[in-house]
Each structure stands twice: as C-alpha cells, then as structure tokens.
C-alpha cells in the first residue's frame, strides 16, 4: 500500500491527498536539483563513516577490512595508556582555550568596526584588506613567519640586535609557541571572521538606530543596546560550533611551525595522528584519534548547546 499524505489546496482552502509517490514524480525537478547534494553527503560524509570500524581493527592494507584482525578496544586503550596522551589533551586544550579568548571575540570587534565605516568606498577597500590573509596558504603564512622572527634573517631580530640588545628566539622557545600560534591565526582569519556578523548586522532594522538617534544615544550605545542583542543568536552559535572543535587544532599551521625544541608543547592529536597513522602506517591509530576527538567534539556542542538552552537562548537544534 503506498503511503498516503494529505495537504491543502491554496485555492479552495480544502484537504486533498495522493500518494506520496505521485507528488516526488510531480515535483520531480526540485528533486533533481537537490541530487548533486545529496550524492555530495552520501559519498563523503555517510559512506566514510565505515572507516571509523577501522578503530577497532588491526588493519592491515594487505588483508583488508574483512580481512584484518579485530581487537576491540585495544587501540583506545593505548592512546589512553599513552604517556603522550596528557601532553596532547594539554597542549590541545591550551592552544584552543587561547584561541576561544583572543581570537573568537576579534572578529566581532572588526565587524563592529567596519559596519561603522559609512563611507562605502573605503569600507569597502578595508573589507578586502582585512579578508586577503585567509587566501594565502599556512606555507606562506609560516614562511613569513621565519622571515620576521627567526634569529638568522629575521627582520626583527636584526632591530633588536642593532639596538645593542640579545636577540629572541622566538621560533625555538617554548613558551612562545601558544602565543605565536594565535596570532597568526588571528591574522589569517579574523577579516573572514567578520562576513557573518557582518551579514547579521545588515539585518538590523535602521529605525531602531533612528529611534536611538531621537533618544540621545550615541554610538556606543547604540552597538551595546542595538547591534550586540541583534547579533547575539549569531555569536552564540557560533561559539557553540566554535566549542564542538576544541579537540580539533591547526594541524598544518602546527606541522609546519613545530620543530624538536618547541614539540613538548606542540604535540597535539592532529600530529600524533599524523606521525603514528600515515609516516609509521598504523592506520587504526589514527582512525582512533579521530573517531576520539570526534566524540570530545560531539559530547561539547550537546553540553554547550543543552547549557545555552537553559539560560534562555537559542541554541543551535
């Protein structure tokens, strides 16, 4: 029997049904434009999951998925047991605490900033200046990096030795590393940051800024009582996507910064994948790591989102 639905006629304001089947082929079409997405998720983001059985495998390439050795929870317990496991669980949780500070809250501050640029012009000019660090590659942005700090030809190490002082290793110092971290992520990705809350701000209704005008209020209060409540569900949502990526980190940025002398803070599970899963080929390692960080991710947007709902906000289900 197919299976019935039943809807309203807009034109005679009366109940009708047909077969669920009927009205796919009637509305074919939408379907079709819609196929290309979903062929996009079945074969990228569902298929894949089977990979995440590989965690409990011994994998081997040569013997193959069916082939290969189960072994339970085995490989969990050896990065548990892992006498790098806390190092990593730290320097992540540091690297991405340091982040969530500093550089969440910065784009929001340069959207506020542009929106009150009212000269198009030369808002527009500051838009494409602050959004061209995300085009260029972490390569670039590292080798910028080597150029500016390094202690041989780095440009800043040169003004600190000309003005009679020692130079800094600031590439090869540990405590460094978080810091320099953050501010080339900064750099790099808070004027992409802003496109959203930008988006949000366009949103606002003028007449609210009008009727502040005619109150008195200037522009300070007008961000604080007008723009900030308007472009709240916006940042709360994104700090709770922000929030679910904590285990995650920049591991190209991290890989192409690290070197021995910075690695007991820059060892993050991003690159203990990386070394364990493909230079050493134990691929169950590493589909371990990600399926680990996956659940630390889905467990803090559920906390994060649960929490948010019961302060009265708008989470993001």
């Not at 300070?220 to 009582?225: A, E, G, K, T």
């Not at 371990?288 to 708008?314: D, P, Q, Y």
């Given at each position: ?5 039943t ?8 109940l ?5 089947l ?33 965690a ?26 892992s ?9 992540t ?13 910065l ?8 929106n ?26 590292a080798?910028?990096?080597f ?19 020692d ?34 701000m ?32 916006t ?38 994948s ?44």
């Amino acid at each position: 029997m197919k299976p019935q639905i039943t809807t309203v006629n807009r034109a005679t304001g009366k109940l009708q049904s047909g077969s669920l089947l009927s009205r796919m082929y009637k509305h074919r079409m939408i379907y079709l434009l819609i196929l290309p997405g979903l062929l996009y998720f079945l074969l990228f983001k569902i298929v894949p999951l089977w990979g995440l059985l590989l965690a409990f495998q011994d994998y081997n390439p040569f013997l193959g998925f069916t082939g290969s050795e189960w072994v339970g929870f085995k490989h969990f317990n050896e990065l548990f047991a892992s006498s790098n496991f806390y190092i990593m669980l730290r320097n992540t949780l540091a690297i991405n605490l340091i982040a969530l500070v500093f550089h969440f809250p910065l784009p929001i501050l340069l959207a506020l900033m542009l929106n009150e640029i009212r000269h198009e012009t030369f808002k527009r000019i500051n838009q494409s200046i602050v959004y061209l660090p995300h085009f260029l590659s972490w390569v670039v942005v590292a080798s910028m990096t080597f150029f500016l700090l390094s202690t041989d030809v780095g440009i800043v190490n040169k003004l600190i030795a000309q003005s009679g002082k020692d130079t800094i290793s600031f590439l090869s110092e540990p405590n460094y590393f978080w810091g320099l971290l953050t501010a080339q992520s900064m750099w790099k990705e808070a004027g992409w940051g802003t496109i959203i809350f930008l988006a949000a701000m366009a949103g606002v209704d003028p007449q609210r800024y009008e009727a502040a005008v005619v109150d008195g209020a200037g522009r300070f209060r007008q961000i604080w009582h007008i723009t900030l409540p308007a472009i709240r569900p916006t940042i709360i949502i994104l700090l709770i996507l922000r929030l679910g990526s904590m285990a995650d980190t920049g591991f190209e940025q991290i890989l192409l910064m690290m070197n021995p002398l910075v690695r007991s803070v820059g060892e993050v599970f991003d690159t203990y994948s990386y070394t364990y899963g493909i230079l050493q080929g134990k691929i169950s390692i590493g589909v371990t790591v990600g399926l680990f960080k996956g659940l630390v991710g889905l467990f803090l947007i559920v906390a994060a989102n649960k929490i948010v709902r019961r302060l009265g906000h708008e989470g993001i289900y």
